[in-house]
């Protein structure tokens, strides 16, 4: 399926972030020592969908619904990758893969959404504070 609409792009990233989520669970149960900061991702990464899907149902009206995009977007070549970490520092490694996987695709919700100032005004928030999470995640390895 391509991506041509705003909500579907957005619906896309929500389901990047779930992934991203996961990932973060799961380091929080094979890392126990660092648990506490990853069950914390984990909360903001779902915090992050919900202020994004509010700037867009906010933003949105009726006559807007079906706002198609001048290009379509495969999904397929945004995707956040599982985790299959032998090592913390592979999985830290990996985290901020998917990090910067996510932070490009709200690029480009920020550069579809310019008719809903509130969208582009939350991605380049998302987009910073993930910036500092990556450089957080990147002190945690040795």
Known sequence: MILRTISQIIEHYSKMEEKQEENYQQLAKNFPGKADQFKNFAQETNKHIERLKRAYRLGVTDAFEVGFIS???DPEKHKVDELKPSSLNEALRKII???????????????????????????????????RRTEKIKKMMK
């Open 71 to 73: 290009s379509s977007i």
């Open 97 to 131: 893969q998917n990090e910067e996987k996510i932070m490009l695709f709200l690029e480009i919700i920020k550069s579809s959404g310019e008719l809903i100032p509130d969208l582009v005004n939350t991605c380049e928030y998302l987009i910073r504070v993930k910036k």
